[in-house]
């Protein structure tokens, strides 16, 4: 190195790694960079300053900001060899070995991958995810090299700028996040937010510059009585005001929708602990809890709990001095190494050099994981890119298992994400959940400290209403990935029934035929139709006969829709022929009649009956909105008619029970009913689901009355929360 001013700067970065990193080998430093100024000497930045003097500034931030190791630091200085000199990544790895060459080809994909623009392939984005978790330092280089990119932003044109800006907030902060490294994110954060919103920057950064003595003048207000009694005790520490960061007193006053003078928590101090004992911060907090009188509240112990990126502090906010909040902090030293440097700080801490940290193993199988499983299935890149930014800023629940095992979960999450967090087999099983020992629904948001025990059933399947109250991606990755299987199986399987059908019925529906009939009955394709008949809600029988009906008479569209319900169709028909047909004037004959199909009359519903032309007497409920307007409107055309239920003749009638899934549940309500007058129970149906089942009794009663007394008996059944008359 012959030019005296990158000898200097050689020089620098090597002083600077002996302070920084544990172990150092000088000359892999010293090469990488002779390679790299090499490389990079014809190059301009936008700036006008030569090209090597950008990854010179990141192997700087990677030394000092994010000090991990050597390897790091070489990688730094050669990141943007590959990308923009002739020598190639295979060069890097002759001249300087397999790990720094896979750094730099990690950080090269990346930009390779954000130059064009937007991420347009959701499964290339995920790959490039991958590739960066598998060794953590690429993640690290790539913040580093995006962290300089947008301290020298102004150079480039606007366009750029907000176009990087953006990329930053959305992607690169949040994964700083995720690594814990607090001071590269809320940099990263603020120089985002100046480059898309600058003038709520500029203004923000100027109220609080003029409130900066002001403030100043507070905290030490308020620091010195708890410094004079820390002294006392004999605690070693450092308390400070802590800066609050511009993009998240933004976020604030957006989210209360209130001026920066009225975001209240400006205040806030930081007491970091020169110890080895976490116990010391708990002593500490009972200190300042004795100054100032603490908000219970907003008391957050994260040292017992540490979040799932390994951050720990005390959280209290006190009443300081003229009644103001302070927000204070308590942590020790290396607590707060951890806190601003999150993984990085863990490397430095491993114990022994050379085996896996198994809490950085952790940390990338946990980054890998919310990757794998966003990315499940061919999901459009912006629903990835949500996914993404959900899971990464997420706030988190702390929960336990039976055994007392501590799980983190997002907030929001229902015992279905806790039973997929446990395993997908749970998940998929998952029948009924305890939270804190009492059964509770499987859509139940979960608190911190809440103990769920899942109850699991063989028979049990994902319900696909599960999707929409779950927020972990394993859980919805899971959930969807089931419903597609068993929805391609039902189908095919309906679909088998169909043809077996038509065959039977020698009959022959086209194609064409059956995709208008289907749209007619509003199915939006023939998947749904089939799928419709696996699950037993379309009967093929009744579509071939109303198809054949069709064909005879053809009816103009829109006209009454069919049910096409099976279960209720069985229903009032055995209902219907039960009760041994209608009575019409007092006598029994067999005159034409039929139901009208808006408000399906049952036997016990008062009914009259309105005389068609063509179709006999249609009989309607006396309640029936349609029949109402025709009284007044074709009085002569209504007839007197009853159910021949006054000569002992036993009605039908259904019964919809719902309550909690519990196990004999079906036990007690089948006694329920049968214990009272011998009740006859000619039929039931139940499904469970969401940890609550829903039943349908159809029963032989003597009258009204007689029904109501067992939906009375029905509701003392512990456990049940609804019944009501079977009907639509
Ligand atoms: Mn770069």
Known sequence: MTNPKYKKKLDDLLALCQK???????????????????????????????????????????????????????????????????????????????????????????????????????????KMLLSMVNDIRVMLVKFADRLHNMRTLEYLPVEKQRRLAKETLD?????????????????????????????????????????????????????????????????????????????SIY?????????????????????????ADPNDCFAVYGTVADIYIPNPERFKNYISVPKKNGYQSIHTTVVGPEGKMVEVQIRTLKMHEVAEKGVAAHWMYKEHPGNVDPEIANWVSWVREIFENAAEGQVPTQQLMESFKLNLYQDEIYVFTPKGDLRILPSGSTPIDFAYEIHSKVGDHCIAAKVNGRIVPLDTRLKSGDQVEILTSKNQTPNPDWEQSVVTHKAKAHIRRWIKDEQRKAMDEGKETWERRLKRAKVAINDDDLLRFVREKKMENTSAFYLGIQEGKIDPDEVIALYQDEQKHPQPTGVEEARIDGLFNRFITSARGGSGGIVLDGTRDNFMHNY?????????????GFVTTGEGIKIHRKSC?????????????????????????????????????????????????????????????????????????????????HLQRIMEKLKKVPGVRTTERFEE
């Open 625 to 705: 909105h349609n029949i109402r307007s025709m009284i007044t409107a074709h009085s002569n055309r209504i007839v007197d008619v009853q159910w021949p239920g006054d000569n002992g003749v036993l009605f039908v009638a259904g019964v919809r029970v719902s309550g909690d899934d519990r196990p004999s549940m079906l036990n007690d309500l089948t006694h329920a009913i049968s214990t009272y007058k011998n009740t006859n129970i000619r039929s039931v149906n139940i499904e469970t689901a969401d940890g609550l089942f829903q039943g349908a009794f159809i029963l032989n009663v003597e009258n009204i009355d």
């Open 20 to 126: 920084t990193l544990p172990r150092l080998d000088e000359n892999l430093i010293r090469r990488a960079f002779d390679f790299g100024f090499n490389a990079h000497r014809h190059d301009i930045r936008a700036s006008g300053e030569p090209f090597f003097d950008h990854p010179f500034a990141v192997a700087k931030i990677v030394a000092k900001e994010i000090p991990l190791d050597d390897v790091s630091v070489a990688a730094a200085l050669l990141h943007d060899v590959a990308e923009d000199t002739e020598y190639t990544v295979a060069d890097i790895r002759e001249e300087f070995g397999g790990t720094v060459a896979d750094i730099v080809d990690g950080a090269t994909k990346i930009s390779d991958i954000f130059k064009s623009h937007d991420v347009t392939q959701a499964e290339s984005y995920r």
């Open 596 to 608: 009208a199909k808006c408000c399906q009359p049952i036997p016990g519903d008062e009914v009259v």
């Open 251 to 275: 976020n604030k006053m957006m989210k209360r929708n209130k001026p920066l003078e009225e975001v209240y928590d400006l205040f806030a101090v930081r007491i970091i602990l020169d110890t």
């Open 171 to 247: 992607i690169y902060a949040p994964f700083a996040h995720r690594f814990g490294l607090a001071n590269i994110k809320w940099e990263l954060e603020d120089l985002s937010f100046k480059h898309l919103h600058r003038e709520a920057y500029d203004q923000i950064a100027r109220d609080l510059k003029s409130r900066r003595r002001e403030r100043e003048h507070y905290i030490r207000k308020f620091s010195q009585p708890i410094e004079k009694r820390l002294k006392d005790e004999g605690f070693k520490f450092e308390i400070s005001g802590r800066p609050k960061h511009i993009y």
